[in-house]
């Protein structure tokens, strides 16, 4: 039996896919929490709420299934966007501290994963723990 990779290969459809989702994910949040009047705050947990259940099922499969990690990519950048807008204007913070939160938030998750799995691999990922180490860094740094 092979180990399945659960992750997609970073190559340049990857890039485009990746930008057209981080943009769908700009344009989301703005929609939910300014067009539609939600706030940051509802939308962020909207999105939140979207993003733990994608990320529930992602995790519960064996090997990379495009639709569900593109899905929960998207999930993601939703909430990011709402959050970092949510740093920046509500708590008032800025998009520089909010930016030093974050950077330090994946330093901390990155230091963590290369201690309990012995390195740090993003394009090679087989394993439930390493998978979940993968989401937190990624979700940690799209903001």
Known sequence: MSIRNRVPHIIFLYWVIKIASTTLG?????????TFNLGYWETIMIFMSL?????TIKLSLKGY?????WLTFTASA????????????TLKLGYTRGSLILIAILLIVLATWHKKEKSINV??????????FYWMAFYSQIH
């Open 65 to 69: 299934h495009p639709w569900m990690y």
């Open 26 to 34: 700009e344009t989301g949040a703005d929609m939910f929490s300014m």
């Open 78 to 89: 939703i909430v990011g966007t709402a959050m970092s807008d949510f740093i920046d204007r």
């Open 123 to 132: 394009e090679y990922i087989t394993t439930f723990k390493a998978e979940s």
């Open 51 to 55: 993003f733990l259940i994608l990320l």
